[in-house]
């Protein structure tokens, strides 16, 4: 059995990424995997402040939300996805807010089996243009392996990708997670 943390930016209780993470979840629990799905929405996470505060303190964040909980998380997980929609062809600022907030532990990311799903109102051009972020965080891990990504192109609105053979993907995808 892996431990499973799905990190879901999409600000849209609905929203495609949202919607594909929900599947990925539900296949991964029929194999019988745990899994903690995480909507950043539903937390209290604060920008970084850049005090450098957690490199002299031995990685511990001085803000008091919920990151500490979810770095946590972050660090019993076997297997990470790491999942956003697309906005003006970049990760949602929710995404980037986690990413930058795993500073005080950056050093020490462990190992991680990873999974990408993206979705996008336009084509893969530029979910592949927005990978930068997402990748340059998972480089970061002292092991990695990318072991899927999924990615909903053409999916403007919200609930658009349960019409499409991706939304079964996502299923298949965190069975044989």
């Not at 990190?7 to 209780?13: L, Q, T």
């Not at 539900?26 to 903690?36: D, F, P, R, Y």
């Not at 072991?147 to 403007?156: E, F, I």
């Amino acid at each position: 059995m892996k431990n499973i943390l799905i990190v879901s930016s999409s600000p849209r209780r609905k929203g495609n990424s949202q919607l594909l993470c929900e599947q990925f979840q539900k296949g991964a629990e029929s194999k019988g995997h745990k899994v903690n799905l995480v909507r950043l929405m539903d937390l209290k996470i604060d920008f970084c402040h850049a005090c450098d505060a957690c490199m002299r303190n031995g990685g511990s964040c001085v803000l008091k939300d919920d990151m500490a909980g979810l770095i946590e998380l972050f660090r019993k997980a076997d297997v990470l996805v790491l999942a956003t929609p697309v906005y003006f062809y970049g990760i949602s600022a929710q995404m980037k807010t986690f990413i930058d907030r795993m500073y005080p532990i950056w050093q020490h990311l462990g190992k991680k089996e990873v999974y990408y799903i993206v979705s996008a109102g336009l084509g893969k051009d530029i979910i592949d243009r927005s990978l930068g972020d997402l990748d340059g965080f998972v480089e970061h891990l002292e092991e990695y392996t990318i072991a899927g990504r999924l990615y909903a192109t053409n999916v403007m609105d919200a609930g658009m990708v349960k019409d499409k053979d991706i939304f079964n993907e996502a299923y298949e995808m965190g069975y044989n997670s």
